[in-house]
């Protein structure tokens, strides 16, 4: 299986109410590359927070001024050092400042999370199968930090027609030995991907991955599949 990844360029700046899925159907099936059946679209969080209506104004000169959001959208604050809070949000999600960001929003606004970015990612396929015809994967990506790991790399936040765990359990590896524990998060490895397209300053939130494994499409959430439950984590 060979992959290939396409920036999707000539998004406009989105404003609250843009319907994500006429636009970026609109873009892809006009484009070199077109749109085809069993293509993955990976769509970044903060459009869907400015279409959404997710933002909320600051204070812009007052740096620390969107703490108190930050405050009141986690559902737990794990660990406080000087002015990073890393928090749990209400979609189960462990990350920096509840996942609050000021980059690439107008001075005086920050971006939350979608409330549901499963939904969000539905939102947009369901669109585009309407409008085009062709059934798409679609991902729905942010940038997270790991524990115990220096630097950043974008995740799966919601997913819709792509399974976002592919279980490999009972199978077997290259050397016949049956697979007993491998779970592979497909989806934040195309996120991950996507984002070496998009990148953090260049203004292209959108990108198209093509030559997934067929198997693949199918219903995914994130939420359910990925986010592990209070019981199943070893740190909590």
Do not use: Y
């Not at 309407?130 to 679609?138: C, I, K, L, Y």
């Amino acid at each position: 299986m060979s992959l290939t990844i396409h920036p999707v360029a000539g998004i406009p700046e989105i404003v609250e109410g843009t319907d994500l899925g006429v636009l970026i159907g609109d873009i892809c099936v006009s484009s070199d590359s077109g749109l085809d059946n069993h293509d993955v679209l990976v769509v970044t969080q903060k459009i869907v927070s400015k279409a959404e209506g997710a933002m909320v104004e600051i204070d812009q000169t007052d740096p620390l001024s969107h703490k108190p959001v930050v405050e009141r959208e986690a559902v737990r604050i794990l660990r406080r050092r000087g002015d990073l809070i890393i928090t749990e949000t209400k979609h189960g999600f462990v990350c920096a400042n509840a996942g609050i960001d000021l980059s690439n929003v107008a001075r005086g606004h920050a971006a939350l999370l979608p409330e549901d970015s499963d939904r969000s990612a539905r939102r947009i396929r369901e669109r585009i199968k309407h409008n085009h015809g062709v059934s798409v994967g679609v991902i729905i990506s942010d940038t997270f930090g790991r524990p115990w790991r220096r630097g950043v790399t974008d995740v799966a936040i919601g997913c819709a027609g792509i399974a976002a765990v592919i279980d490999l359990r009972g199978t077997e590896d290259a050397l016949g030995r049956e697979l007993q524990v491998t779970e592979v998060c497909i989806a934040d490895e195309l996120a991950a991907a996507a984002d070496l397209v998009c990148g953090k300053a260049e203004g292209i939130p959108v990108a198209l991955i093509r030559g997934v494994d067929a198997t693949w499409l199918r219903d995914g959430s994130v939420r359910e599949e990925v986010v592990r439950s209070p019981s199943e984590d070893l740190f909590r």
